[in-house]
């Protein structure tokens, strides 16, 4: 079982910039897909970011050039590092990480990081 607990959202202004954090409470492994993805109101949970299984990264159009992923399995964090913010970029922000097991595979969620984009 892995909990996983983002930090880092907040209010900045457009053109600002923030890192969020995810924090697993248990090992990553290489071996796991993780990512961002965000909810703004009114609309379904979207990709941001994800890096897949084979190390490969996703970023979904609207947030190329703009948003960094990144991982430190040795001490069970993932980041997402995100520069220009725009409006709309304002959602609630989660971690997810995707386990491989033998049966199928398990999906964690975290609970979510409100990030607001607003002069």
């Known amino acids: 079982q892995v909990q996983l607990v983002e930090s880092g959202g907040g209010l900045v202004q457009p053109g600002g910039s923030l890192r969020l954090f995810c924090a697993a409470s248990?090992?990553?492994?290489?071996?796991?897909?993780v990512g961002w993805y965000r909810q703004a109101p009114g609309n379904e949970r979207e990709l941001c970011a994800r890096?897949?299984?084979?190390?490969?990264?996703d970023y979904a159009d609207p947030v190329k050039g703009r948003f960094t992923i990144s991982r430190d399995n040795a001490k069970n964090m993932v980041y997402l590092e995100m520069n220009s913010l725009r409006p709309e970029d304002t959602a609630v922000y989660y971690c997810?990480?995707?386990?491989?097991?033998?049966?199928?595979?398990?999906?964690?969620w975290g609970q979510g990081t409100q990030v607001t984009v607003s002069s």
């Open positions: 997810y990480l995707q386990r491989q097991l033998a049966a199928g595979t398990a999906d964690y």
């Open positions: 248990g090992r990553i492994f290489s071996a796991d897909a």
């Open positions: 890096i897949n299984r084979g190390g490969s990264i």
